[in-house]
């Protein structure tokens, strides 16, 4: 037994990034996974899955609609007899526009998909996953990607810090009213993670010699791979973390340990 073995979860924005990489991660340890996604890497990671020997299937969606996110949460029921976890993870950036720049429209797509995705995601899923953990008498969770830019200033736009604040504190609000459900949630608040997101970052600065430069500002000085995030969000999705309930996990190399002081080397630091 792994510690996933027959669960049923849902993670969005599975098609790529830090989703691609919890869906395999999640099948890996036997869990069943509904990939949904708005393109066809939602495919793609249940084709991975599926030759790696795990169970998946793909379901196209836009997290921050309502009917479409219903959907998923049914096709998991139909497929897998229930929900255990649901990994609300798909975002956008929607660009780096300053707040003069950002119109109401862009600051609403923003907040529609980051926000109003995860919110979807707990109002459809949570019932389903209470469901399930009374019949089953195993617990449930929600992890929901929040991100670094969530805490303060200077990892984002204004419309994506503001969606991810939002995420933050849904998490704990969310927690609260499902008191006595069994369902945990809690949210994942990721540092510079080497995703589709990111990639033009990251591709920039290997051509132009600097990788070495990308996370210099956080202790372990680089960027994360996906898996890392992945691993974290595995962890709050797992009975690992049974007593772990309304927290934002930040996993960010220790960017956010420090206020913003130029770092003083010590001993092994100074290498
Ligand atoms: N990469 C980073 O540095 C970083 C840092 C902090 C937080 N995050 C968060 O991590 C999460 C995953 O992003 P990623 O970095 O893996 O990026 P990514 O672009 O590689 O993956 C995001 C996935 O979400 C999907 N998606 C976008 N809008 C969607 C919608 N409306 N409905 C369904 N799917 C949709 C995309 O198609 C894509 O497959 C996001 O919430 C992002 O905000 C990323």
Do not use: W
């Amino acid at each position: 037994m792994t510690r996933f073995t027959g669960k049923s979860i849902i993670v969005t924005g599975a098609g790529s990034g830090i989703g691609r990489a919890a869906a395999l991660l999640f099948a890996a340890e036997g869990g069943h996974v509904i990939a949904a996604d708005l393109t066809e890497g939602a495919e793609e990671t249940a084709r991975l899955i599926g030759e790696a020997g795990g169970t998946a299937k793909a379901i196209r969606i836009d997290a921050g609609s309502e009917p479409d996110v219903i959907a998923a949460v049914d096709l998991a029921v139909a497929e897998y007899g229930g929900l255990d976890i649901v990994f609300a993870n798909a975002g956008i950036s929607g660009g780096m526009a300053n707040i003069f720049d950002t119109t109401p429209e862009l600051m609403a797509e923003v907040l529609r998909v980051n926000l109003i995705g995860p919110f979807l995601a707990i109002k459809h899923g949570a019932p389903r996953i209470a469901e399930h953990a009374r019949e089953t008498g195993r617990g449930g969770a929600i992890v929901l990607t929040a991100s670094v830019a969530g805490i303060r200033s200077g990892a984002g736009s204004p419309a994506y810090s503001a969606s991810k604040a939002g995420v933050i504190n849904l998490a704990a609000v969310a927690a609260q009213q499902l008191s006595g459900s069994n369902v945990r949630v809690n949210a994942l608040c990721p540092g510079l993670t080497e995703t589709g997101m990111t990639q033009g970052v990251f591709d920039y600065a290997r051509e132009a010699g600097k990788i070495g430069k990308v996370g210099r500002l956080n202790p372990l000085r680089r960027g994360a791979q996906p898996e890392e995030l992945a691993r974290a969000a595995l962890f709050l999705a797992s009975d690992d973390a049974s007593y772990v309930n309304g927290q934002a996990l930040t996993v960010d190399g220790g960017l956010s340990s420090s206020h913003p002081v130029t770092r003083q080397e010590y001993g092994l630091t100074a290498v």
